[in-house]
């Protein structure tokens, strides 16, 4: 696997708390990824970033803010998570965009009670 | 954006058969198209990509072909073993971004 970890592996937590999850990688890549995955959906694509401070949008991005302050890290706020952010969310990581192979992280199960 | 549909949704296959997977996309522009594989509780990882300028690849037991006209494009995976049991994903992009299908459930029945 490509290195690229995500923390927390697991977390509940309760409907209008602020939320973040991190991605690592060690692969100096320029583009890093947010989708979450849920039932009947596949994978949606948050945001993604292509470069340090450079970031946009995806199809889903409502209620979701990101940053990149170097090039290993990339993080998802929920400012005050729903219940209807509970889902599977994956960092992806490629050298180019959407022409080429997308190394996906192993993911981050949030519950939002 | 772009629009990827895929189907079927949910695949029984006996061990040995083959299947067939099969996506569309609306944009023309699109020129490079994976499939990925996810089994269950692990992270999606890619098995096979295509290029616009290929009408066919081929690794081993899988296979992916190409209809840039009809913009579709599937995945073929010949003499089904119990491990291929997965959800595979096919995406297409646009823009910097890939958008994906739904996904395929396919069991292989020993």
């Known amino acids: 696997d490509a290195g690229i970890t995500q923390s927390p592996r697991h977390k509940v937590t309760e409907t209008g708390t602020p939320v973040t999850l991190r991605c690592h990688q060690t692969e100096n890549h320029r583009y890093m990824y947010w989708y979450r995955q849920d039932p009947g959906h596949g994978l949606r694509l948050i945001h993604y970033s292509y470069g340090v401070k450079d970031t946009d949008k995806g199809e889903v991005s409502d209620g979701y803010s990101v940053s990149r302050s170097k090039t290993e890290d990339f993080l998802l706020t929920l400012e005050s998570a729903t219940s209807s952010q509970t889902s599977v969310y994956f960092c992806?990581?490629?050298?180019?965009?959407?022409?080429?192979?997308?190394?996906f992280g192993p993911g981050t199960r949030l519950t939002v009670t | 954006g772009e629009n990827v549909e895929q189907h079927p949704s949910t695949l029984s296959v006996q061990e040995g058969d083959s299947a067939v997977i099969k996506c569309t996309y609306s944009?023309?522009?699109?020129?490079?198209f994976p499939w990925y594989k996810q089994e269950l509780g692990k992270r999606p990882q890619l098995i096979i990509d295509i290029r616009s300028n290929v009408g066919e690849k081929k690794d081993q037991r899988i296979a992916v072909t190409l209809n840039k006209t009809a913009k579709h494009f599937s995945l073929h995976i010949t003499e089904t073993q119990p491990e291929d049991s997965a959800v595979y994903f096919c995406?297409?992009?646009?823009?910097?971004?890939?958008?994906f299908g739904t996904g395929t459930s396919l069991t292989v029945i020993p």
């Open positions: 944009d023309s522009a699109s020129n490079y």
């Open positions: 992806a990581i490629s050298p180019i965009a959407a022409g080429y192979e997308q190394y």
């Open positions: 995406a297409a992009p646009s823009g910097n971004q890939f958008y």
